[in-house]
């Protein structure tokens, strides 16, 4: 499994200077994490990968359609105790996680 998002937005950040563009790229960073194999979705409220894809490519769509989503809707999969971290608390890649959230928080800022 590729990780090219997540390995460029840990590696490289964000663009401040279109949070847009820098959302969906962490939302991409969040698809490829949670399409990894093995998972383990037990304690999240998505009951596995495809169910989490469908979430988060809605929002990803939303984006590139020009719409801007609930903030709800898009903090919570990044929250603490969130959909993302449990997944990542079970399957073994919280430190990733991390570093994705706090790029999102970082843009949370700036577009809400």
Do not use: Y
């Amino acid at each position: 499994m590729k990780l090219d998002r997540t390995r460029e937005l840990i590696h490289r950040g964000v663009d401040t200077q279109q949070p847009l563009n820098g959302l969906i790229h962490v939302l991409e960073s969040a698809l490829e994490l949670v399409a990894l194999p093995d998972n383990n979705f037990c304690w999240s409220s998505w009951k596995d990968a495809e169910e989490a894809k469908t979430e988060i490519e809605s929002i990803v769509q939303l984006l590139q359609s020009g719409g801007l989503p609930d903030r709800l809707a898009v903090s919570v999969i990044f929250a603490p105790t969130g959909p993302l971290q449990e997944v990542s608390l079970g399957s073994g890649w919280a430190d990733p996680f991390l570093k994705v959230a706090e790029k999102f928080d970082d843009l949370e800022k700036l577009i809400w």
